[in-house]
């Protein structure tokens, strides 16, 4: 079994920075992908940045180049540094988890982003 924690989440001003981490632990595969999704109120779930244990990323276009992620692979911990958050960015952040060899995933229980005008 894997759980996993996120924090980092908060009120912040228009323009502002927040960085998330997020940690597992339980029995973690060296080769999986951990990853960042939002979802707003009203809105699907989305996945905001992806990375995979050998350092390959994905991000969504909207985020792209205000938003980075990160890993420490030796603390199985991954992190979402979001600098120029826009009020659009408001949502309730989740960390996953996916071993490689497995489609199943791991969730965290949510952290909340709360952007002001």
């Known amino acids: 079994q894997v759980q996993l924690v996120g924090s980092g989440g908060g009120v912040v001003q228009a323009g502002g920075s927040l960085r998330l981490s997020c940690a597992a632990s339980?029995?973690?595969?060296?080769?999986?992908?951990m990853a960042w999704y939002r979802q707003a109120p009203g809105k699907p779930r989305e996945l905001v940045a992806a990375m995979t244990s050998g350092g390959n990323t994905n991000y969504a276009d909207s985020e792209k180049g205000r938003f980075t992620i990160s890993r420490d692979n030796a603390k199985n911990t991954v992190y979402l540094q979001m600098n120029s958050l826009k009020p659009e960015d408001t949502a309730v952040y989740y960390c996953?988890?996916?071993?490689?060899?497995?489609?199943?995933?791991?969730w965290g229980q949510g952290t909340q982003v709360t952007v002001s005008s």
């Open positions: 339980g029995s973690i595969f060296r080769f999986n992908t």
């Open positions: 996953n988890y996916r071993p490689d060899s497995s489609l199943r995933d791991y």
